[in-house]
């Protein structure tokens, strides 16, 4: 893989909240363990933590998240879904609808979405998820939205073989450009979620890369099954060969002939 040519601008606070606009207040840390963590002390809506580097990343289920200092963006917003109990489980959908389209408008790439909220370019990991569900001082039940993206990371700098950056792939944005596509992007996601739940399950059919291929599905009982990715159900669950995946993960195996 070539070595990535960007000139890197620092994360300035200033810079930052002018690039996610009105709607987001912007708290920047040079270092944390985790944005999450931070975020979930205090939660309020709108606020959002972004550290300039994380020193205890998290990943979904106990794994980790990592990215050498500089090279990637790395943070949590604090939202207020209001949306019934049984559309929450479409959340993870929108905010992964939300990354892509915000680096899209920032780099103008196009990222594949893999159920339920990895984005890949190609079969490569890019930018993760992690939602967690908190609640507010008055008991309102909030979303802590964490998003990491792999901005300008060498491929030497990649922690695992699977993941990839967005300067890999030939973007040049920087980490504010991104910043602001994205946090545009899940303002927009997030109303279009509130107004008709259906046209984002929608929107996500359609750019879920799962639907369509032969997948491995490894349960959290630590069995898995493989069979063809047929459906996102009206709940966010994937339809595997007939069987509703509610939680677990998927490997992509190879494109259905
Ligand atoms: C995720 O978990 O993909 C969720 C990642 C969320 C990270 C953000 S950063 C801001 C906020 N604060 C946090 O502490 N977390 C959120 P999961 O699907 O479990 O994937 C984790 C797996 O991805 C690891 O076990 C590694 O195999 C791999 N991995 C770790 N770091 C990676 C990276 N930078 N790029 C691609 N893959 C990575």
């Known amino acids: 893989m070539p070595t990535p040519q960007i000139s890197w601008s620092p994360l300035e606070p200033q810079t930052l909240a002018a690039a996610a606009g009105p709607v987001w207040s912007v708290t920047l840390l040079s270092e944390a363990t985790s944005t999450n963590a931070v975020a979930a002390q205090n939660p309020v809506p709108g606020t959002v ?18 990215t050498p200092p500089g090279t990637a963006l790395t943070f949590s917003a604090v939202v207020d879904p209001r949306l019934d109990d049984a559309d929450w489980p ?47 001082a008055s008991g309102t039940p909030l979303a ?51 107004a008709d739940p259906a046209a984002v399950l929608a929107s996500y059919r359609t750019a879920c890369t799962t639907l369509g291929r032969t997948v491995r599905v490894d349960l959290p009982d630590g069995t898995s099954f493989t069979g063809p990715a047929d459906d996102v159900d009206d709940h966010g669950r994937l339809v595997v060969a007939g069987r509703v995946v509610g939680a677990g993960d998927v490997v992509h195996v190879r494109a259905t002939e």
């Open 49 to 66: 933590v972004v550290a300039d580097h994380q020193t205890a990343g998290r990943g979904r289920l106990d794994r980790s998240w990592e």
């Open 144 to 194: 802590v939205v964490g998003i990491g993206i792999n901005v300008g990371m060498a491929a030497d700098q990649l922690p695992v073989p699977t993941a990839t950056s967005l300067a890999l792939a030939g973007a040049t944005a920087d980490r504010t450009a991104v910043f602001s596509g994205v946090t545009g992007a899940l303002a927009a996601q997030l109303a279009a979620l509130r």
């Open 90 to 136: 479409l959340l993870p959908l929108a905010v992964a609808l939300a990354v892509a389209d915000g680096v899209r408008r920032a780099t103008g790439l196009e990222v594949g979405l893999k159920w339920p909220n990895d984005i890949l370019i190609g079969d490569l990991k890019v930018a993760g998820i992690l939602l967690e569900r908190v609640a507010s």
